[in-house]
């Protein structure tokens, strides 16, 4: 075994048969040989630690034929300022019924889409942990988040997404019990008194920062918008959950992924041509049932890059195009219409403008030698300040936002 240093002391032989044996349903399996590095550079995963395993294993004592398999493990520890977040947002409970339960529904569903990778095992015990089939292995990819993505890339994220919110309709229809039980909130817990102060740090205080930075360096940039941002703080938080936590009946709902930014995504390219295939999503840890706008208005202002921003509604119209398609094959007895798809973005259309100003900066901030992103970063006030700056600071950054921005002021997004 080949282990780095900072290597959990329980990700060991016993952990790894446990996971094989439950994955393919074989107690006999044997563990031969494994080993082990970080799965993903710091500032890629913020919410736990994940590691790359590659296993030699044999599937019973009586044979000599070793196989190999490449192994994922999420490990979502206690320590740090990441557990009481972990445990507010019940992230692992979300995740591991999503992937053990929900996921492989909604797949049978869709005619055996492709939406997650296969999960092997999920245990509390030592540590918070879901073990997964290593996506790399089947030759999927992270695209680069700070470029941002082009529109042939954006155009398979919105096929996807179509798709899975038809087959979670689908399965809404006979399963409300565990959409009420596990996917009834995202970012505010109703059933938590006092919430953590992370929600505002990374939220809040990206408004304020964002004030300071257009203030003192956007020279170019529109006083009346920093005017009405200026108004806009006190009540920035209370605008968010409002918008998160509305209660609806007209228009439709489906189960949300909740977190669709580059990051959350895995791509599948050409051997040939290198063109982009497919696209599969990770971290089903904030999934939500309720209007499909949280998704769209959250991938639409994370995912594009600035060219690809222009095409917008096209984007809009494939969505359409597949959510329409997958709910006709499974004679779904209610299709909403394109324009019920535009209500829903309008209704959740606040949380583009919370995505671009507090989510957008760190999906395209570059790591330094002085700074390296992490969760602890996000949230510890002087290094979150110093995060902030180099964010809202990229050519790039307001390049794409300033428009937006305008835009944003245009639809009375901005006014309290």
């Given at each position: 075994m080949a282990?780095?240093?900072?290597?959990?002391?329980?990700?060991?032989?016993?952990?790894?048969?446990?996971?094989?044996?439950?994955?393919?349903?074989?107690?006999?399996?044997?563990?031969?040989?494994?080993?082990i590095a970080p799965a993903t550079a710091a500032g890629?995963?913020?919410?736990?630690?994940?590691?790359r395993i590659n296993v030699k294993y044999r599937t019973s004592s009586k044979t000599k034929n070793v196989e190999q398999i490449s192994l994922v493990i999420k490990c979502m520890p206690d320590a740090g300022q990441r557990g009481p977040v972990i445990e507010e947002l019940k992230v692992y409970e979300k995740e591991k019924e999503m992937f053990v339960n929900v996921i492989p529904e909604l797949s049978k569903i869709a005619s055996n889409e492709f939406f997650a990778a296969k999960c092997y095992y999920a245990t509390t015990s030592p540590e918070r942990m879901l073990v997964f089939h290593d996506l790399k292995?089947?030759?999927?990819?992270?695209?680069?988040?700070?470029?941002?993505?082009?529109f042939d890339h954006c155009a398979l994220i919105m096929k996807k997404i179509g798709k899975f919110h038809a087959a979670s309709m689908r399965f809404s229809e006979s399963n409300?019990?565990?959409?009420?039980?596990?996917?009834?909130?995202?970012?505010?817990?109703?059933?938590?008194?006092?919430h953590t102060d992370c929600i505002s740090v990374v939220f809040e205080n990206g408004l304020k920062t964002l004030i300071s930075v257009a203030e003192e360096t956007w020279t170019d940039f529109d006083p009346k918008i920093l005017a009405k941002m200026k108004k806009l703080l006190p009540v920035y938080l209370t605008k968010l959950k409002a918008c998160l936590t509305q209660e609806f009946d007209d228009g439709f709902k489906v189960l949300n992924h909740g977190d669709l930014w580059c990051n959350n995504m895995l791509f599948k390219y050409s051997k040939q041509s290198g063109a982009?295939?497919?696209?599969?999503?990770?971290?089903?840890?904030?999934?939500?049932?309720?209007?499909?706008?949280?998704?769209?208005?959250?991938?639409?202002?994370?995912?594009?890059?600035?060219?690809?921003?222009?095409?917008?509604?096209?984007?809009?119209?494939?969505?359409?195009?597949?959510?329409?398609?997958?709910?006709?094959?499974?004679?779904?007895?209610?299709?909403?219409?394109l324009a019920d798809v535009?209500?829903?973005?309008?209704?959740?259309?606040?949380?583009?403008?919370?995505?671009?100003?507090?989510?957008?900066?760190?999906?395209?901030?570059?790591?330094?030698?002085?700074?390296?992103?992490?969760?602890?970063?996000?949230?510890?006030?002087?290094?979150?300040e110093q995060s902030r700056k180099i964010q809202y600071s990229g050519k790039m950054f307001q390049k794409i936002v300033k428009p937006m921005l305008t835009r944003f002021y245009d639809r009375k997004l901005l006014d309290v």
């Open positions: 282990a780095a240093s900072h290597t959990p002391d329980y990700l060991n032989q016993d952990l790894l048969t446990r996971s094989l044996a439950t994955g393919f349903q074989n107690e006999a399996i044997i563990v031969d040989t494994f080993e890629d995963n913020y919410m736990s630690d994940v590691f292995s089947l030759n999927f990819t992270m695209a680069n988040r700070q470029t941002g993505l082009d409300k019990d565990i959409l009420d039980k596990y996917f009834h909130f995202s970012m505010f817990n109703p059933s938590v008194e006092n982009v295939e497919d696209v599969v999503f990770v971290d089903y840890q904030i999934s939500y049932y309720s209007s499909p706008g949280i998704d769209l208005n959250y991938a639409l202002s994370n995912c594009p890059d600035l060219e690809t921003r222009d095409r917008t509604s096209e984007l809009i119209d494939i969505y359409y195009s597949s959510l329409k398609d997958t709910l006709e094959e499974i004679q779904f007895p209610r299709i909403p219409t535009h209500h829903e973005i309008k209704r959740m259309e606040f949380f583009s403008l919370v995505s671009v100003i507090s989510i957008l900066p760190i999906v395209m901030m570059e790591k330094s030698d002085s700074f390296t992103p992490s969760f602890e970063a996000m949230i510890d006030e002087q290094m979150a």
